[in-house]
């Protein structure tokens, strides 16, 4: 008798935690994850090295990718209650060629789209896409090199607009081959786009297939940013309150 109450009080203070926590393990396996940004700069100016996110799991179903321990558990291929992400989602995804990297990036193309840069400017199945200057500043790196970019806000074909960094028009990834999206895949750039590495480089990550994206970015939840880079970004205290609870568009 004395064993059994004894377990009845442990169960009693140990249940709530244990519930706790495992709604907890399960809302992050299959919902919602964290992630940090660091150290690519790869997004700027939409993400910024030290950014927190959360990213949105079931949106686009579920693979082997997208669930914890899952390509040690799991060996088949695909999606389950797959759906296609939208051009100017910014997701994230295990690289293709090394999947223990996960990586952040906009898809620019869907499975069947062309894609080119010339002279910088993005052309999606024939079309260029329209930017608008919006300023130009200098910022101190990661690494500590003062760089000078232009910021342009851009606009798919869908009328999604969005943010993009240039150094130059006149960089390695600013005249490309075209590219034709193959099915089952997606193609992805930084929007920092002449500091990124991604589809148009085909022999480093190349076309990211379906499979391997494990969410959307939703939401800024909060920074680290460094505010004394330069840029002209909103801090107090030295802390960029003005990051947290940020939607990324």
Not at 113 to 131: C, F, S, T, W
Not at 178 to 188: C, D, E, I, L, Q
Not at 200 to 209: D, K, N, Q
Not at 211 to 232: H, P, T, V
Request: aromatic letters at 10%.
């Amino acid at each position: 008798m004395l064993e059994k109450a004894m377990s009845k009080r442990i169960w009693h203070f140990a249940k709530e935690p244990l519930i706790i926590m495992g709604i907890f393990l399960c809302v992050h396996s299959f919902a919602y994850a964290q992630y940090e940004i660091w150290p690519s700069e790869s997004m700027v100016p939409t993400l910024e090295v030290g950014d927190r996110i959360i990213v949105s799991k079931y949106v686009y179903g579920y693979s082997r990718y997208s669930i914890p321990f899952g390509r040690s558990l799991i060996s088949a291929k695909g999606r389950v209650m797959g759906s296609l992400p939208q051009r100017g989602d910014v997701v994230v995804f295990a690289d293709p060629k090394d999947p223990s990297r996960v990586m952040i990036k906009r898809i620019i193309g869907l499975p069947g789209d062309e894609i080119q840069l010339v002279a910088g400017r993005l052309i999606h199945n024939g079309q260029i896409l329209p930017r608008v200057f919006e300023k130009s500043y200098r910022y101190r790196e990661p690494a500590g090199n003062m760089v000078s970019v232009r910021e342009f806000s851009e606009e798919n074909g869908q009328g999604r607009g969005y943010h993009i960094a240039e150094r130059t028009d006149r960089g390695r990834l600013d005249n490309t081959r075209r590219y034709k999206v193959p099915t089952g895949h997606v193609f992805a750039m930084g929007d920092n786009r002449d500091n990124s590495a991604d589809s148009r480089i085909l022999s480093a990550i190349g076309y990211v297939p379906l499979e391997n994206i494990i969410g959307r970015a939703e939401m800024i939840a909060i920074s680290l940013y460094d505010c004394n880079d330069g840029k002209d970004i909103k801090c107090r205290f030295g802390v960029p309150f003005s990051r947290f609870f940020k939607k990324i568009i």
